[in-house]
């Protein structure tokens, strides 16, 4: 039964069955290519269940394609010339059928030719072009097709890490976390979606001068050298914004927050210092300088209860203290002000702090073939190495982070870049049709520079001539936004838990880096019980409890009275046991189980 | 492995000729006299590490005193080898085992084609030992041939034929009448061939199962006429015990494969039954096994047991190239097993033999083991590594194990 007919569904849903549904496939494809149905349906035929799938529902990602018939795209010459003069659209395109849009189910069905040149009469499809099987940002990636498959994820997955000009109105924008790269370029090789995309006119990279070459240990396990002369000159420097934001929230009974400077009286007054930056209205000054923990907007807030009457029968109010402050490590200038209404009329400020991020040590750098390293060094220009016409490379990348990634693409797009320099143009490499290897060679070698990329190098602090010659070129890298100015943290002694006065967790809580079960297991592994001993119960929530001797019971420690006693027999023969205080937390949830965990002492041996 | 080793022992013999009986007389001789004339030297050091230090000292012609200083030399350094005292070595062995199991794959590897039967392999099969599970996923036998049909390809897969579970209803289908209270059983000639059995067997066979009743046989199926008097409840269970009966071969061996290895032939098959196996005479019982450790234990004892925890960890692991020292291993496959059966490192198992009521209470299910050891009044002893760390107290571990008394 089911074998003859073919079970159709529209959007998943069964909506029939067909005796043909090859023909019906191809009779409902003709319609859509003669416009009678949407060009966003898609008709997809699964030959091993049997069934035909009519998909027209939203969230499908599709993809143009040129519809060949015969072995030939319909797409001629004569439409090529058409829309160089103007006279036809893509719409029109997609509307004569001669390009259409496939989703991933009908794809199944399609035998797509990536190149007019291997078109065969069984081909259904043809490639716009080659890189159309890529996404956006990946075909972003400069001789991509060069590079490993997985160099290509690394790759796109960093382009949104990567700090650049994004926005245009960065100015207006009050986003709580905002980055804005100094001084972005054009990447000098480029792909056609980076023209498509206009990217040069949001650039988010800037061409650095790399040499492949160790650097006294410097840049080993993937971490790169960087000149700090550079630096100066403002490679990788940004901006960062952070956007604070408070309410003038109206409270039932009148009562209002308000934005001011916090007198002395204030509950939770802060103390002067902090209010350094505020200006009479209670907000920052703006391009004035903030530190952390300081407030940017002053607020006090109505008082929670209503307070006692104070003598001769009037009320004091005492306001709350309610002022944003800048987080701890946060250092920089007020940016803007700005103050907007909130839907219930309620005053709302915003304020955006910038603070510079130059590259420090430990910051994140990637070039577009996944490529990534961390800051292992910031050279003065005086100790970098140099070419014999005084060139010095602002970044310096181990050679051991090129083999075995097989990154050929990084390679040539150093070449192109140098050749890019020297013809002082762009260079396209878009994938499946990038510049081969011996133009840019010869381009290279027309401008007097060896064609394989190769310099000789002396080393910067010795000044001797460096063995062999150094690859070095021209490539594209991007700023990726981790930084360690937000992530370092240490700490000795601080805030604690209140239920088990284990130190806190997290940055923000100021907390401790958890000695978790494995790490404690590594340590009973050396038979350093002693160590693990220090680091589970001194470094974190050591007591000294008094237990009597007879019931085994936590003592009551009168401090008053300075008398130590036994809860339940009252006897005051007690002695100091040291213990961790989650252990006498145990002790006290078994009391609650009604379960008597009774401790016999014995002498400390 | 014993068993491997008697049959290296025995292939050579074979070929023995008198010279070489010569040869092996001359050579005892010798080893009885130096090896004597050092015997009070030899303090703890263990066989194998004796026996090379004389080989050396027979290969280079030491002189007696070199001897004695290689001995001495053997002595330390077999010292810094030998595991300290307090030394944890459970915690070693979990870490040496677990830090390189990460690396093992998640999945199960599929050979797309191959002839092998498929053994889970990787993590799920460590899990499986470790956990000591009672049901092994991939249960596998790997049957030796004994040395008439070892080397014969047609016995070995006439017999690995033989050993296939075959039941009724894998070759037949049946037809009831109510009515009449016949069934009639009809064999599928496709099946038949498939497993290139004799139809005329097979139809005597299932004629055996049938206890009551008249049975006609036709050329292709058997008639079975019950008793009137059996009730329709009867007759159908009747109809599915005939369907159940095993035709041929060992109950849990569902597929057999001739392998050749090491110029011999084996059987692999698919499920497994030692026990009935091993009864076969034309195995090679000594190296006969299969794959699921609960059964060598219950079949061959708990040492086989042990043994084979070590063996198929040792096979998976390697398997997957991981080495693991062997002895880490051991002190795995000892805590297995030391109670006398196999008890995984579960809740259930050597979990719950824990004396310590604050290591039970650790592991899994803290409140019912907190209330039990209540309820029956435990005491702590505080011996083990968990309950020291909730007490707070060093672990009796290494430096935490030793203490000073003053001399009075």
Redesign the interface.
């Known amino acids: 039964m089911a074998k003859e007919r073919a079970k159709v569904y529209v959007n998943g849903k069964l909506m029939g069955f067909h005796p043909n549904p090859e023909a019906l496939t191809k009779e409902l494809i003709k319609a859509r290519r003669n416009n009678i149905l949407d060009t966003q349906v898609n008709i997809a035929y699964n030959k091993r269940t049997n069934e035909v799938y009519i998909n027209t529902d939203s969230g499908r990602v599709q993809r143009p394609l040129i519809v060949v018939e015969n072995g030939k795209p319909k797409l001629t010459e004569r439409h090529i010339e058409k829309i160089k003069r103007g006279e036809l659209t893509w719409e029109d395109l997609v509307e004569q059928g001669i390009i259409e849009f496939l989703d991933a189910e009908e794809e199944e069905n399609a035998f797509i030719a990536e190149r007019p040149e291997e078109l065969t009469p069984e081909h259904t499809h043809l490639e716009i072009n080659p890189v159309g099987i890529l996404s956006i940002i990946t075909s972003m990636i400069p001789f991509l097709s060069h590079n490993l498959s997985g160099k290509a994820l690394h790759g796109a997955k960093m382009f949104k890490q990567a700090v650049g000009f994004g926005q245009s109105n960065f100015r207006m924008r009050t986003d709580t976390e905002a980055y804005l790269l100094h001084y972005p370029q054009k990447s000098l090789v480029k792909t056609k979606t980076m023209d498509l995309l206009n990217l040069d006119r949001r650039p988010q990279v800037q061409n650095f001068v790399v040499a492949i070459l160790p650097y006294y240990g410097f840049n080993t396990l993937d971490a790169v050298v960087i000149n700090k002369g550079a630096i100066e000159r403002c490679l990788g420097r940004l901006s960062y914004f952070r956007t604070y934001e408070s309410t003038q929230t109206r409270y039932p009974g009148g009562q209002k927050d308000k934005f001011e400077v916090p007198n002395e009286e204030t509950v939770g007054y802060l103390g002067e210092e902090a209010y350094k930056a505020l200006g009479e209205d209670g907000l920052a000054e703006v391009e004035s300088h903030i530190k952390g923990k300081q407030v940017v907007i002053g607020k006090t807030s109505p008082p929670r209860f209503l307070e006692e009457i104070a003598e001769f029968g009037v009320v004091r109010e005492r306001r709350r203290e309610a002022s944003v402050t800048v987080r701890k490590e946060m250092e920089g200038y007020v940016d803007r002000v700005m103050l907007t209404q909130g839907s219930q009329g309620d005053t709302i400020v915003k304020i955006k702090i910038r603070s510079d991020r130059m590259p420090e040590v430990g910051d994140k750098f990637s070039s577009r073939h996944g490529q990534k390293g961390v800051v292992g060094a910031i050279v003065p220009e005086e100790d970098m190495p140099f070419t014999v016409n005084g060139t010095k490379p602002d970044l310096i990348l181990n050679p051991h982070s090129i083999p075995s990634r097989m990154t050929v693409g990084h390679l040539l797009e150093m070449l192109a870049g140098k050749a890019a320099c020297m013809k002082a143009e762009q260079i396209d490499a878009t994938p499946f049709n990038n510049i081969e290897e011996p133009e840019l060679e010869k381009i290279l070698l027309e401008h007097g520079l060896r064609p394989d990329g190769m310099e000789v190098f002396y080393d910067g602090i010795t000044g001797k001539r460096i063995e062999g010659r150094v690859f070095t070129g021209v490539i594209a890298y991007r700023r990726l936004y981790h930084m360690v100015a937000h992530k370092i943290q240490a700490r000795s002694k601080g805030p604690v838990q209140i239920l088990t006065r284990q130190p806190t967790e997290g940055k923000e809580k100021e907390g401790g880096l958890r000695f978790g079960e494995m790490e404690?297991?590594?340590l009973?592994?050396?038979?350093?019980?002693?160590l693990?001993?220090e680091k589970?119960?001194e470094d974190s929530d050591?007591v000294t409890e008094y237990i009597c001797e007879k019931c085994g019971i936590v003592a009551v420690n009168d401090r008053i009275r300075n008398k130590k006693y036994c809860p339940v027999c009252g006897s005051s023969k007690v002695y100091p046991v040291?213990?961790?205080y989650a252990?006498k937390l145990?002790l006290d949830e078994?009391k609650a189980?009604c379960?008597?965990p009774k401790l016999n002492l014995v002498d400390k041996? | 492995m014993p068993s491997r080793k008697k049959n290296k022992g025995k292939a050579p013999k074979k070929k023995t000729t008198a010279k070489e009986v010569k040869k092996e007389d001359k050579k005892e001789k010798k080893e009885i006299t130096l090896k004597d004339r050092f015997a009070d030297l030899r303090g703890n050091l263990p066989e194998k590490v004796w026996d090379s230090i004389f080989e050396i000292a027979e290969k280079k012609k030491l002189s007696e005193e070199k001897i004695k200083k290689l001995i001495e030399e053997a002595k330390k350094e077999y010292a810094k080898v030998v595991v300290e005292p307090?030394?944890?070595v459970g915690?070693?062995a979990?870490?040496s085992l677990g830090e390189p199991g990460t690396q093992l794959t998640l999945r199960t590897k599929h050979y797309a084609g191959a002839l092998e039967v498929s053994v889970g392999s990787g993590i799920q099969r460590v899990e499986e030992i470790v956990d000591g599970r009672s049901k092994t996923k991939y249960a596998s036998m790997t049957i030796y041939l004994n040395e008439k049909i070892r080397h014969n390809k047609k016995k070995a897969e006439e017999f690995a034929r033989d050993l296939v579970d075959v039941r009724t209803e894998d070759v037949a289908k049946v037809k009831e009448d109510f009515l009449k209270k016949t069934a009639e059983i009809e064999i599928i000639d496709e099946k038949v061939a498939e497993r290139n059995l004799d139809k005329e067997v097979l139809l005597s066979r299932i004629k055996e199962a049938v206890k009551k009743g008249k049975v006609m046989k036709r050329t292709n199926k058997l008639i079975i006429h019950f008793p009137k008097e059996y009730s329709l409840l009867k007759l159908r269970s009747e109809v599915l015990k005939i369907m159940r009966k095993r035709l041929q071969g060992i109950s849990g061996i569902e597929k057999t494969i001739v392998v050749e290895e090491n110029g011999e032939y084996i059987i692999k098959t698919l499920g497994t039954n030692l026990k009935a196996v091993l009864k076969r005479k034309e195995i090679d019982p000594y190296r006969t096994t299969t794959n699921d450790i609960m059964e060598i234990s219950k079949v061959l004892g708990i040492e086989a047991g042990r043994r084979a925890i070590v063996d198929e960890l040792h096979k998976t692991l390697s398997e997957n190239r991981i080495r693991v020292d062997l002895r880490h291993l051991l002190v795995l496959a000892d805590l297995l097993t030391f109670t006398g059966e196999i008890r995984g490192t579960v809740r259930t198992g050597i979990m719950r033999l824990k004396q310590s009521p604050f290591a039970r209470a650790a592991f899994e299910e803290t409140?019912k083991h907190?209330?039990d050891s209540?309820l029956y009044g435990e005491r702590e002893p505080l011996q083990g590594?968990v309950e020291n760390?909730?007490?707070?107290?060093?672990?009796?571990?290494?430096?935490?194990?030793v203490?000073?008394?003053m001399r009075e």
Not at chain 2, 389 to 401: A, H, Y
């Open positions: 404690g297991e590594t009973i592994g050396h038979g350093a019980s002693l693990l001993q589970i119960v050591k040291e213990m961790s252990f145990l078994l189980l379960i008597y041996a | 307090c030394e944890a915690i070693i979990a870490q409140v907190l209330f209540a590594v760390l909730i007490v707070g107290l060093p672990v009796k571990v290494g430096t935490g194990r203490e000073l008394v």
